[in-house]
DNA sequence: TGTTGATCATGT
DNA sequence: ACATGATCAACA
């Protein structure tokens, strides 16, 4: 696989927003000169590795913002041909033993959050991988009011596994912000290191944006 | 048919 | 083991 460099500045990011937009799958597979698999099945997350190459992301599979020393989380989102969302977005695990007085602003899912490179792909299951067709990637930074919205499911999320109110999380719960399993498989699990004297094993979960505050994205123009 | 829970690959 | 990248697919 050809390897890109990594931006040096945000102009350096912008300026590769605009090159990769309209591209399809293929084509950038092909620059890179990586094998393009039939279809995602057992590669669920090759494009999203796929786009991180093609812009230079860094962080690899640290708990760290892609683009580590613009403070930027890069994400890929399949949308529909219209715009709209067609999945949710994982952002981070959700600690078993969240740390003691960890708050909003300092927490792995602020940090990824805050500042995000979505990166649209028209991806409608009908259309095969090879001609799925990037759209307009955009910058994205939280308001006020949708920080709000963030911090108070974080909040609600982190106190139910901070109470071990374990059997009251579903993904119905928050705005925002889901807590999802996020394992292997539904037999996986792990202690919360307040617990390991009580053996209590207890699924792993991840943080799940919804799709909801970007709720559109360009998908027809500026291709 | 939209959502929720389950699952797959890879890297350190 | 546990983090990253997500999409799949069963079921309500």
Known sequence: MITIQAPKTLEQLMHRMDLIAGLTIADIAEELQVKMPENLQT????????????????????????FQHLGIELKTIPIS?????????YVCVAPLSPAL???????????????????????????????????MPFLWQMTPEQEQILKTDWGELTDLIVLG??????????????????????SVRSAGSTEKATQRMRRQKGFIFAPVLPSRYCANNLI
């Open 43 to 66: 590669e669920k997350g090759w494009v999203g590795q796929l786009v991180e190459a093609y812009l230079g992301a860094t962080a690899g599979n640290l708990p760290e913002p892609d």
């Open 81 to 89: 041909r219209t715009g709209a969302p067609l999945e949710t977005t």
């Open 101 to 135: 007085g960890e708050q909003w602003r300092t927490s792995l899912v602020y940090k990824k959050l805050a500042h995000v490179l979505w990166v649209p792909i028209i991806a409608e299951r009908s259309i095969p991988l090879k001609d799925r067709q990037i759209a």
């Open 165 to 186: 109110k374990h059997d009251e999380i579903t993904a119905k719960l928050g705005e925002a912000l889901q807590l999802r399993p996020k394992a292997a498989d539904s």
